[in-house]
């Protein structure tokens, strides 16, 4: 830019975007694969013109001052291309001679990403590292009293139950007079939660069903897995591996005319079905699947035309009040599978959720309760909504479970948490204190995509581009020139490596807690935390 | 941790007995404490088997509190039994003002009452004597219950007994529970000790109950008034004991199935499979997690051993027909019943309830993979 040029008040230097790019011209060959990666086309050929001043010391010699041509990386700064820090560049780069750096200070564009007054959309989740989940120790370590287990020879069972649990009086009850004994599925306490078919490429899609399949008939590790809001394909729909699925119905009511039209074809029912009223990442928002990302095989599985944005009402449009509307639709949902299969909401975290569960105490229905914290994901959100919205999901997850407590209804309607679980990596220690604070398991999205498909999203805005389609790893894109990165053979084999390396976790924390024969479901005696407000709000022990 | 003793004698015993086999056992146990449960009791509660005995550890002041309470419910004390014991307790014994063992008449209103309001009754009245005895720290009341005496003391068990001189004459039953340890890994507090009661069902438990919190907080969120306590992580032993029979209406078979289900492969194979399954999905929140060996005592005097999962505790039962004897240890059967075939002695596994019923004939294995006996 000439240094007289008009400028407009979004103008911005490569200095004020978040990320720089790094280019070392010694290193590049200038083989272009760089700019040919980039998803957001943050860099381009440049073309650069270069002064030579030669001089000579001998007397009388010629001073000459020319001008050459070199050519190299430009980054833009048309705030549209500004480089998302994703790094594909320095993957493909042969020599290493490429990489986005971080900005020294906070960023000038996130002042400017409102463009005809259109507020910053974008994928991901709450960019706020760091996890309290972290914090929490495990405390009550078993010594001499008894002692503690052999994580690697011991025999475990660690699973959890999906589905209305009766108090031990009604189950006896119901069983001498032959009443009707709500279903419950015994599965592996780590679900992969609700990532939608159109949300996900077909080849994350297939890796993750692989996955799961071969956990369950080749490990016999009963996970599950939930479809999101987006339908099922036909044939999964028409397999035996459909009992490994959670359907997932949310406002949108997408795929649901396939699914009701295949129910007369299954071979088995479904594992459960999740009535999805909120999302951590989002609260108070409905799904959003873009325009970018609705081809024919979407909207053909959707049953919408290809190529529009698909946005699902903040709430259900058929919901006036939890007492009546909620219970008829977990009902209907009941009736479609004959009540075999267990109907469950999944809400956001909210200061709201208790009265939401004691709702749900009083319908001899409900099967469950999921709560998604502030820190889950999604494939498309307000920026605003991502990290301003919601409420974190320890506190949330432990004052449900101990108002279950005062009923007297632990467990009975069991309670799984979401969001933020692995954020920082630490996956089966998170997800073992949310189960010792209350939860009977945990759901994961993002770890599962960062773990069995090399996600390169972060809690600093790092790529964050899940909604447009365009993600450099294939995991979230619908453009066949993406996803054909991503095999979904290898995804299947990352998921088996994730729940067996969390499976020997797990173990690891349970045995020298001392239990072995049952999941340590509200074991709250064994949390302790070194943060005295944080020990209080949840009722578990400060310790320094 | 703590050494138990259990007999049941078709004669009846001293307490005694059980208090020097729990001492041959001492190796296993740190002398810190004694608890003691006598029921089917001889001597002069003999001929008043319906009388309620109330046990416990009385302040002077306690004891004329006492007095008043019950004299305004309508109690009449009907035969008391005295420990006269020396002004100075040996080392490590606190100084008490009245042991007491006292079994009352019944108030005239009371007398038409059915049973199940009966036990109601004794019950509340028992927590509330412990409430009053907690607010002014002046009663420690153990049980208030027909034919059932408790005495628990902080100290030498050995000691114990001879400055309460539990061998007198007079003081016989034909069971007798007793534990060595005043076992806590929390506060010391004589609630805390073992063997736990409550109307009718007694237990007492080598082991740590790794589960202990989720399993208080059902109990407690149960709408029972008797589950309460938890001054120990094994008196939801005998809580979730009552809870299996007195209110599920299931057996004493069933026990081990709340307590420590069968692991799935198992469970597909029981013949009550089904019925299982759902016990064990609705009782999943009383599971314990051990290592716990646990002997215990029935209403109708049946006394049981069960391990758990685990198998991490001794236990072992034998004696001869008319007598039989659970023990942590063979040392301590050994110093029961020394004249017994040791051939037929049995250690329970993970798997059995050993229990000897009130008829006092036979150990009777029960194995939780067999088929349950039917429900009536």
Known sequence: MLSNTAITPSTLSVKDLPWQILWNKDKCTLCGKCTAICPVNAIELGVFRKRIVQTSLEPGATQSSDHSIFYGIRQKTDPAYSCVGCAMCSLVCPNDAIIPARSDEADKLRFHINKGGRPRTRGGRRNVPGSLLDQIKFIRISMLTDPALDAGRHEFELRTLLGRVLSPEENLKFVEKNGWIPPVREIYPLIIGGMSFGALSPTMWEGLQMGVAYLNEELGMPVRISTGEGGCPPRLLRSRFLKYVILQIASGYFGWDEIIHSIPEMKVDPCAIEIKYGQGAKPGDGGLLMWHKVNSLIAAIRGVPSGISLPSPPTHQTQYSIEESVAKMIQSMYMAWGFRVPVYPKISGTSTSLSVLNNLTRNPYAAGLTIDGEDGGTGAAYNVSMNHMGHPVASNIRDCYLNLVKVGMQNEIPLFAGGGVGKTGNLAANAAALIMLGASGVQVGKYIMEAAAGCLGSESDRCNICNIGLCPKGITSQDPRLYRRLDPEQVAQRIVDVFISFDIELKKIVAPLGRSTSLPIGMSDALGINDRAAADRLSIKYVV | ?376
Not at chain 2, 24 to 34: C, I, L, N, P, Y
Not at chain 2, 166 to 179: H, K, P, S, T
């Open chain 2, 1 to 376: 941790m703590c050494r138990l003793i259990a007999l049941t004698s078709e004669e009846p015993l001293s307490p005694m007995i059980a208090l020097r086999a729990l001492d041959v056992m001492r190796e296993g146990h740190d002398g810190s404490g004694v608890g003691l449960l006598l029921r089917d009791l001889a001597g002069p509660f003999e001929n008043m088997k319906d009388a309620p005995i109330l046990s416990g550890i009385f302040s002077e002041k306690g004891l004329k509190r006492l007095d008043r309470f019950m004299m305004d419910v309508g109690f009449m004390t009907k035969y008391r039994m005295s420990f006269k014991s020396p002004k100075t307790p040996p080392p490590g014994v606190p100084r008490r003002d009245v042991y007491l063992v006292r079994a009352y008449e019944y108030p005239e209103e009371w007398e038409n009452l059915s049973n199940g309001e009966l036990y109601s009754r004794l019950l509340i009245l028992r927590l509330e004597l412990q409430r009053m005895g907690e607010e002014k720290g002046d009663m420690i009341v153990f049980s208030f219950w027909p034919d059932t005496i408790m005495i628990k003391e902080i100290g030498e068990p050995l000691d114990l007994a001879e400055h309460l001189n539990i061998n007198r004459m007079d003081l016989g039953a034909r069971v007798i529970m007793a534990q060595g340890r005043q076992n806590t890994n929390y506060e010391i507090n004589l609630y805390a000790c073992h063997p736990f009661f409550i109307q009718g069902f007694s237990t007492m438990t080598n082991g740590e109950n790794t589960a202990f919190i989720p399993i208080k907080e059902y109990m407690m969120s149960r709408g029972f008034q008797g589950y309460t306590g938890y001054q120990s992580d094994s008196e939801v032993f005998t809580h979730i004991l009552h809870y299996t029979i007195s209110q599920l209406g299931l057996s004493i078979e069933a026990y081990k199935h709340v307590i420590t289900p069968l692991q799935d492969e198992d469970l597909k194979n029981h013949p009550d499979y089904q019925f299982l399954k759902q016990l064990k999905h609705s009782c999943r929140k009383l599971i314990t997690d051990g290592p716990n060996c646990v002997i215990g005592c029935l209403p109708d005097h049946s006394l049981f051993m069960a391990q758990d999962r685990k198998k991490l505790r001794p236990g072992v039962v034998g004696g001869r027909e008319g007598l039989f004897c659970f023990s942590s240890e063979i040392c301590g059967l050994d110093a029961a019943i020394p004249d017994r075939d040791k051939n037929k002695d049995f250690q329970p596994m993970h798997l059995d309830t050993a229990i000897v019923g009130p008829d006092r004939k036979e150990v009777t294995i029960c194995c939780q993979t067999q088929q349950l006996p039917h429900l009536h």
